[in-house]
């Protein structure tokens, strides 16, 4: 067999998979096959050879793809097309009979209610909650298909869960207490406090950035207490407080509009990771509310 049929074959054995991660992140069963079509072509234009994982390396194509097409639709207000779990998910190269990966999809109650709620989530976390909840998908994996460390898709997770389980934002006494560890971070970055600094982050705390031209002058990765800090001290000057999908975080805004974001994922009363955003897709996809 040569590695065009090969990879055919893998592929569809892969497919109702793939299917169902695309459903359950869009919602919608064209947009679904139009992913999964996608992620085909990518596959069949990849050198995979060094691939120990297909599958994993698929799901991880078939996200990124579900992912940007979330974006897309949230930055032009667009609804998924289709309002209800249809009687099957329809799949190509299914054997005749028992679809088990399909009875598992029905079993775990992707229906309408579930996904109403999830369409009000914001893409990211949409995708870490699907991604990890329902596929067992681990953070590190996720992390860099939305532009996060683990620990920030496990925080865009958690918040997702609580959204799904009834809870609009975090527990008023975490959401106070990391508003209040973000204010100080922000009193000490524009007093150059760099002790201050230090006490508010973690020793093995993260600071990452997505790459935008706006961010070019800032390492895409800073490691460390320390060098975090001398980033930070006597800076931020202009930076304002702004609950980020519902959790306390910071902006900077020029002329009315959002130009960086600052993400904050806090850990037992430390910064443990701190996300500088800037690409203009990214911050479509923010739910961001400035506080006074």
């Known amino acids: 067999m ?51 994982n297909l599958g994993g390396w698929l799901t991880t194509v078939v996200a990124r793809v579900s992912l940007d097409m979330l974006r897309s639709r949230k930055s032009r207000r667009e609804e998924p097309l289709d309002d209800q779990l249809p009687d099957k998910v329809p799949t190509a190269g299914t054997v005749e009979g028992s679809d088990p990966e399909y009875e598992a999809l029905l079993a775990d109650s992707v229906g309408p209610a579930l996904l109403v ?33 683990p620990g920030a898709a496990r925080q865009l997770a958690s918040r997702a869960r609580r959204r799904v389980q009834g809870t609009s934002e975090l527990p008023d006494a975490d959401a106070g207490r990391q508003r209040a560890i973000v204010q100080a971070f922000l009193a000490a970055s524009r007093n150059g406090d760099f002790d201050a600094l230090l006490e508010l982050l973690d020793p093995d705390v993260v600071l990452r950035t997505d790459g935008a031209p706006l961010l070019a ?19 931020a000057k202009a930076a304002q407080p702004a609950l980020i999908d519902g959790v306390p975080g910071l902006i900077w805004a020029h002329g009315g509009k959002t130009m960086v974001v600052f993400a904050f994922t806090v850990a037992e009363d430390r910064i443990i990771g701190i996300e500088m955003l800037a690409e203009a897709d990214r911050l479509a996809a923010l739910d961001v509310l400035v506080l006074d």
């Open 117 to 149: 709620i999830l369409e009000r989530l914001a893409p990211s976390e949409r995708l870490a909650f699907v991604l990890h909840d329902m596929f067992a998908v681990p953070f590190e994996e996720i992390g860099p298909i939305v532009g996060r460390s």
């Open 217 to 235: 002058s800032t390492p895409r990765e800073t490691v460390g207490a320390s060098a975090v800090a001398t980033t930070f001290a006597g800076r």
């Open 2 to 52: 040569d590695r065009p049929e090969w990879l055919a074959d893998r592929f569809e054995e892969n497919r109702t998979h793939l299917q169902a991660v695309a459903y359950r992140l869009l919602g919608s069963l064209t947009e679904a096959d139009d992913a999964v079509q996608e992620a085909w072509l990518r596959l069949s234009r990849s050198d995979t050879s060094e691939v120990e």
